[in-house]
C-alpha cells in the first residue's frame, strides 16, 4: 500500500476500535453511535460487523453482545417513542 493508502487504512482500523469501545461502554445502539461520530449508520455497521473481526476478535464479540441485546429490545424503544409523540401531541 502507498503511504497514503496506509495511513487511511490506520484511521479506519482504529476509529472501527473507538466505535466497538464506544458501544460497549455506553450499551449504545448503531444510530445513538453514528450520531455520536459524525458517520453514517451503515458506516457503523460495517466497521463493527466486517472490519473489527480481523483487527480484535474479542472486542467484536463484546460489541456483537450489546447490539443483540439492543436488536431484540428496538421495538419496545419504538412503542415508547409512538407513545411519547402521541402524548405531546395531545397535551398542545
Same mark, same amino acid.
Given at each position: #500500500?502507498?503511504? @497514503? =493508502? ?5 484511521? *479506519?482500523?482504529?476509529? !472501527?476500535?473507538?466505535? !466497538?469501545? $464506544?458501544?460497549?461502554?455506553? @450499551? !449504545?445502539?448503531?444510530? &445513538?453511535?453514528?450520531? &455520536?461520530?459524525? *458517520? /453514517?449508520? /451503515? ?12 483487527? =480484535? ?12 441485546? =439492543?436488536? /431484540?429490545?428496538?421495538? *419496545?424503544?419504538?412503542? #415508547? !417513542?409512538?407513545?411519547?409523540? $402521541?402524548?405531546?401531541?395531545? &397535551? *398542545?
Amino acid at each position: #500500500m502507498k503511504g @497514503s =493508502n496506509l495511513l487511511k487504512h490506520k484511521q *479506519i482500523e482504529e476509529r !472501527a476500535v473507538e466505535i !466497538a469501545e $464506544y458501544i460497549v461502554e455506553k @450499551s !449504545a445502539t448503531v444510530r &445513538q453511535t453514528a450520531k &455520536q461520530f459524525g *458517520i /453514517s449508520k /451503515s458506516t457503523v455497521h460495517k466497521d463493527i460487523t466486517e472490519r473489527l473481526l480481523t483487527i =480484535n476478535p474479542a472486542l467484536a464479540e463484546r460489541t456483537r453482545q450489546v447490539l443483540d441485546v =439492543n436488536k /431484540s429490545e428496538r421495538h *419496545i424503544r419504538g412503542g #415508547m !417513542a409512538t407513545r411519547e409523540k $402521541y402524548l405531546h401531541k395531545h &397535551q *398542545i
